[in-house]
T-cell receptor, first 114, second 116 residues
Framework: DQQVKQNSPSLSVQEGRISILNCDYT??????FLWYKKYPAEGPTFLIS?????DKNEDGRFTVFLNKSAKHLSLHIVPSQPGDSAVYFC?????????????FGGGTRVLVKP | GAGVSQSPRYKVAKRGQDVALRCDPI?????LFWYQQALGQGPEFLTY????????KSGLPSDRFFAERPEGSVSTLKIQRTQQEDSAVYLC??????????????FGPGTRLTVT
C-alpha cells in the first residue's frame, strides 16, 4: 500500500503564477516531511522540509503547509519560474522509527511555461 | 565540495548476470541509504547503514540483493542473477547524522540498470 501519495502526476502553470503541489499520507507515525526536486539524469535535491509540530514553513519562493488532521501537505511555489520545471517528490520520515529512511510519493511533474 | 557520486552511471546486464553498483558518500557522512526507483515512480527504500553497520535492510526485495559498507564510507550494492524486474535507477543518499537526527539526505545521480 502506498503510504505517501501524490495524486497529480503532472501540473502545467504559467510563469509568474502559483504552483500548488499536493501530497497525502496514511501513516500516523510520520512526523517529518520533505520535498525534493529532480531534474532528468540527476538525483533528487532537497528543497524544503517541515516538522509535524509546525503547520507552515517558508523559504523564499517555497512554502510548505501541513494539515496533520487531514494527513495532507502541500508545496506552494510563487512566483513560478521556468527553472522550476522538474519532478517534485514528497517524502515522509518517522523519526521515532528505526532509521531515517524516507517514504516517497510517486512524484508530480511540473512544467512552467514562459 | 564533492557530492555523492555513483558508478557506473549506466549498466546493461544480461539476465542472470551479477552486477555491483558503487556509492561514494559525502566525506564524513554517517548515514548511507540505497533506494530503487522504477520508471515513473518515486524512490523506494532498500537499505540503510550507520557507519559500517547495516541497521535496516527491510526494503531489499530478495536475497539476490546484498549491500555492504565495510569501512563506513564507500558502499556497494550487489545484485546476483539479475532479472528484468531489477531494471531501475538505483539511488544512493548520505546524511551527516545517524538515526534519530533530523537532516536531509543528499542524493547521488543514480545508476540506471537495464536488464535485457
Amino acid at each position: 500500500d502506498q503510504q505517501v501519495k501524490q495524486n497529480s502526476p503532472s501540473l502545467s502553470v504559467q510563469e509568474g503564477r502559483i504552483s500548488i503541489l499536493n501530497c497525502d499520507y496514511t501513516n500516523s507515525m510520520f512526523d517529518y516531511f520533505l520535498w525534493y526536486k529532480k531534474y532528468p539524469a540527476e538525483g533528487p535535491t532537497f528543497l524544503i522540509s517541515i516538522s509535524s509540530i509546525k503547520d507552515k514553513n517558508e523559504d523564499g519562493r517555497f512554502t510548505v503547509f501541513l494539515n496533520k488532521s487531514a494527513k495532507h501537505l502541500s508545496l506552494h511555489i510563487v512566483p513560478s519560474q521556468p527553472g522550476d520545471s522538474a519532478v517534485y517528490f514528497c517524502a515522509a520520515r518517522g523519526v521515532k522509527a528505526a532509521g531515517n529512511k524516507l517514504t516517497f510519493g510517486g512524484g508530480t511533474r511540473v512544467l512552467v511555461k514562459p | 565540495g564533492a557530492g555523492v557520486s555513483q558508478s557506473p552511471r549506466y549498466k546493461v546486464a544480461k539476465r542472470g548476470q551479477d552486477v555491483a553498483l558503487r556509492c561514494d558518500p559525502i566525506s564524513g557522512h554517517v548515514s548511507l541509504f540505497w533506494y530503487q526507483q522504477a520508471l515513473g515512480q518515486g524512490p523506494e527504500f532498500l537499505t540503510y547503514f550507520q557507519n559500517e553497520a547495516q541497521l535496516d535492510k527491510s526494503g531489499l526485495p530478495s536475497d539476490r540483493f546484498f549491500a555492504e559498507r565495510p569501512e563506513g564510507s564507500v558502499s556497494t550494492l550487489k545484485i546476483q542473477r539479475t532479472q528484468q524486474e531489477d531494471s531501475a535507477v538505483y539511488l544512493c543518499a548520505s546524511s551527516l547524522v545517524g538515526s534519530g537526527g533530523l537532516d536531509e539526505q543528499y542524493f547521488g545521480p543514480g545508476t540506471r540498470l537495464t536488464v535485457t
